[in-house]
């Protein structure tokens, strides 16, 4: 069974930085696509940026240039950086990852638990 565990989360004032980390582990053959999206109260979740198992990376606008993805392939790790944190950037935020589970099978996507972040103005 893949599992997704993040760590990372917590409180912050506006303007400073924080590290999100998230692991997969189980039954993994490949991992494709790792990346995050986040949750505000009362708001769907949204996209906030990805990372392909060779490294190019995509953002969403209101993110970029601020956060950056980077991924450490033999921990099947992936991390968020954020820095200059905004109040609006307060979410639960969410890893996921596209894991083929066996040789000759198609890619499922897998979700961590979430993570609270919390941006204090």
């Known amino acids: 069974q893949v599992q997704l565990v993040e760590s990372g989360g917590g409180l912050v004032q506006a303007g400073g930085s924080l590290s999100l980390s998230c692991t997969a582990s189980?039954?993994?053959?490949?991992?494709?696509?790792m990346g995050w999206y986040r949750q505000a109260p009362g708001k769907q979740r949204e996209w906030v940026g990805v990372?392909?198992?060779?490294?190019?990376?995509n953002y969403a606008d209101s993110v970029k240039g601020r956060f950056s993805i980077s991924r450490d392939n033999a921990r099947n790790m992936v991390i968020l950086q954020m820095n200059s944190l905004k109040p609006e950037d307060t979410a639960i935020y969410y890893c996921?990852?596209?894991?083929?589970?066996?040789?000759?099978?198609?890619?499922?996507?897998?979700w961590g638990q979430g993570t609270q972040v919390t941006v204090s103005s």
């Open positions: 996921h990852a596209a894991i083929q589970e066996r040789i000759w099978t198609t890619e499922n996507p897998f």
């Open positions: 189980g039954k993994i053959f490949r991992i494709n696509d």
């Open positions: 990372i392909s198992s060779g490294g190019s990376t």
